[in-house]
């Protein structure tokens, strides 16, 4: 795996589904007695016009791809996660047949957003 795969993957299991499961849980909210706030959600969001649930859909899935493409930022080290001048750094290591350092030569953040 490469740096360009794992970016792959990444919208593949992380960003496609979230965006999916939390479209489901507002349209359906699983369970047998489902939190009452969600509930209320799911009602509201039910009600709305096939046009508003598509503006909502935006929503989640701009949320989403912020918050992926911060973890991506921190990975890459142009993200600050701790105070002070040692700030460290951190690895992604993919252990297959070898291994591979994923955010080493390229930005993660960079290949997330088609760069």
């Given at each position: ?58 929503v989640v899935k701009m949320s989403v791809e912020t918050a992926v493409f911060g973890f ?44």
């Amino acid at each position: 795996m490469n740096s360009q795969e794992f970016v792959n993957v990444v919208k593949l299991v992380l960003r496609d589904a979230a965006v999916a499961d939390v479209l489901s849980i507002l349209d359906a909210p699983p369970g047998r007695k489902p939190n009452e706030a969600l509930v209320k959600l799911s009602n509201s969001y039910n009600e709305m016009s096939l046009d508003d649930k598509r503006q909502i859909e935006q929503v989640v899935k701009m949320s989403v791809e912020t918050a992926v493409f911060g973890f991506l930022c921190v990975l890459d080290g142009v993200r600050a996660i701790a105070n002070g001048s040692d700030k460290g750094s951190l690895s992604l290591l993919y252990e297959g047949v070898c291994s591979v350092k994923l955010n080493a030569d390229s930005d993660l953040h960079d290949l997330f957003n088609g760069a």
